[in-house]
């Protein structure tokens, strides 16, 4: 009798806990909530209980189905950096404090976006300019507005994070440095509340972070996919950092996506499927979230010796312009921005540059200018067109902001021109107006201008924002 007694509080004990509203790891106290939109909470709890949410002076209420999943959407909120609190109640009542509402963006990609704010957890070199103001933030008082979500490098089924933390936590050296300083550059310029959710990998290519049934479903890959079923997207398992660093995230409603990631892809020389891999990760991303306005910012990598590397494949100094090119052409996905990073290199000889504030910063300008209405120049020149005139060539630009202009006052570099036999030479290039002219001696009869089309090129081609040129060509030649 004693035993069954036992067996039955244990199973009693049992079905309580499974009968408790549970929230999943996204949804914790110090969140910050998305202004303007409206607002998914979501959890378990019995099948069948009805479950209410007050929040703000709205509560919504929602019975939960067969499996005992339950989702409610809070009506659209201004911003508001009044620490609030959140009730949700069921058979059990959780309450949830210090919760913000204004601006959620995701950060994500590979060891780049992973670089933390605290350079010596990765043992990474020390910028060799100005002041290292990753160092300074760390050492200073943070600004209270900003709130992060680090998510932890592990392959498992949910999220594995502490959730939602305020810059007084010490988790904060973790935190995606890039990411850290669009928060901080964000809240300062629109003094609202912004949470960042910090989830990376290093090393990590685009196919790691799109779910499988994204490739079956494509119309460029899903014919090669026909009956498999543990396939392979060039040598490498698609899905499996999508599976445990984003899919518990969604549906939690954010703004948009921050990226910086490409270097283990450019490696594989994946210069001709990139950008359709991208837009197959960011097509599945917004169809998930149910949300086709989500932004995308990312940057563009930064120069670095490929061709020195003994990977399995030998790369040539020509690889990096041509994924240049590639990751430029993402410019045409709906609501994107990219962040040109050819200046803030102290070494080739290192993938991880350091200038994560910078980064950052300029990331967040898209922003400024395309979401919140604020005037500011948020890119660099970027090629429009070519015109040939006599021995030279014009060539004429967007993003000129202030003016065209050498950033360190030196004569333009890393401009070569090439005639009718395809050979490329150094050229002169002379700001004119909001144009560039270029010219070659010995080249009478030009046809193509090339632009930072080296893996080393650091050119000094800006706008008078010092906001570097993207590399671009003229030619469309293999």
């Known amino acids: 009798m004693k035993k069954l007694t036992l067996l039955s509080l244990a199973i009693f004990a049992v079905f309580?806990?499974?009968?408790?509203?549970?929230?999943?790891?996204?949804?914790?106290?110090?969140?910050?909530?998305?202004?303007?939109?409206?607002?998914?909470?979501?959890?378990?709890?019995a099948s069948g209980e009805k479950i209410s949410v007050a929040f703000a002076n709205q509560?919504?209420?929602?019975?939960?189905?067969?499996?005992?999943?339950?989702?409610?959407?809070?009506?659209?909120?201004k911003a508001s950096v009044e620490p609030r609190k959140m009730v949700i109640t069921g058979s059990n009542t959780i309450e949830l404090e210090n919760i913000l509402v204004g601006e959620v963006w995701l950060c994500s990609g590979q060891s780049n976006m992973e670089y933390p704010l605290d350079r010596k957890l990765k043992k990474y070199t020390a910028?060799?300019?100005?002041?290292?103001?990753?160092?300074?933030?760390?050492?200073?008082?943070?600004n209270p507005l900003i709130r992060y979500l680090y998510v932890e490098k592990k392959l498992t089924p949910t999220l594995a994070t502490d959730g939602w933390k305020d810059t007084n936590d010490t988790t904060v050296r973790y935190v995606s440095a890039a990411g850290y300083?669009?928060?901080?550059?964000?809240?300062?310029?629109?003094?609202?509340?912004?949470?960042?959710?910090?989830?990376?990998?290093?090393?990590?290519?685009?196919?790691?972070?799109?779910?499988?049934?994204?490739?079956?479903?494509?119309?460029?890959?899903?014919?090669?996919?026909?009956?498999?079923?543990?396939?392979k997207i060039d040598g490498i398992v698609p899905g499996k950092k999508f599976e445990s660093m984003i899919k518990s995230l969604i549906p939690y409603t954010i703004k948009g996506l921050v990226w910086y990631q490409g270097e283990s892809n450019l490696m594989i020389h994946d210069t001709t499927t990139f950008a359709a891999k991208t837009k197959l990760m960011l097509d599945t991303w917004k169809g998930l979230w149910k949300d086709e306005s989500l932004r995308f910012y990312f940057t563009q990598i930064a120069p670095y010796s490929y061709s020195k590397r003994k990977d399995k494949l030998a790369h040539g100094t020509d690889l990096l312009p041509f994924y240049w090119e590639a990751q430029?052409?993402?410019?045409?996905?709906?609501?994107?921005?990219?962040?040109?990073?050819?200046?803030?290199?102290?070494?080739?000889?290192?993938?991880?540059?350091g200038y994560k504030w910078e980064v950052g910063r300029r990331l967040s300008l898209w922003a400024l200018a395309k979401d919140y209405g604020q005037k500011v120049v948020y890119s660099g020149p970027l090629y429009k067109?070519?015109?040939?005139?006599?021995?030279?060539?014009?060539?004429?630009?967007?993003?000129?902001?202030?003016?065209?202009?050498?950033?360190?006052?030196?004569?333009?570099?890393?401009?070569?021109?090439?005639g009718v036999d395809g050979k490329f030479v150094p050229a002169q290039a002379i700001v004119k107006g909001n144009k560039v002219i270029v010219s070659a001696a010995g080249v009478t009869n030009p046809v193509a201008v090339r632009f930072a089309w080296d893996e080393t090129a650091m050119p000094n081609f800006s706008n008078k924002e010092k906001l570097p040129a993207s590399p671009f060509r003229t030619d469309n030649w293999k």
């Not at 990219?338 to 000889?349: I, K, P, Q, R, Y």
């Open 16 to 45: 309580a806990a499974s009968a408790q509203v549970l929230l999943p790891k996204v949804i914790t106290n110090n969140m910050v909530l998305q202004r303007e939109k409206p607002v998914a909470i979501w959890g378990k709890a």
């Open 127 to 142: 910028p060799r300019k100005g002041e290292d103001l990753s160092a300074k933030e760390l050492a200073g008082t943070k």
């Open 385 to 418: 067109s070519m015109k040939v005139k006599k021995n030279s060539i014009e060539l004429t630009f967007t993003q000129t902001g202030g003016g065209l202009m050498s950033a360190d006052g030196k004569p333009l570099n890393w401009f070569t021109i090439a």
């Open 181 to 231: 300083f669009f928060a901080k550059n964000l809240a300062e310029k629109l003094n609202v509340p912004v949470g960042i959710i910090s989830s990376s990998w290093g090393g990590t290519r685009v196919e790691e972070w799109t779910p499988p049934t994204a490739y079956q479903q494509s119309p460029l890959f899903k014919d090669s996919l026909v009956g498999k079923t543990n396939f």
């Open 328 to 353: 430029a052409s993402c410019l045409s996905f709906p609501n994107s921005g990219m962040a040109v990073t050819t200046d803030l290199v102290d070494d080739l000889g290192n993938i991880h540059p």
């Open 59 to 77: 509560t919504k209420t929602v019975v939960t189905d067969t499996a005992g999943n339950w989702q409610v959407k809070l009506s659209p909120m």
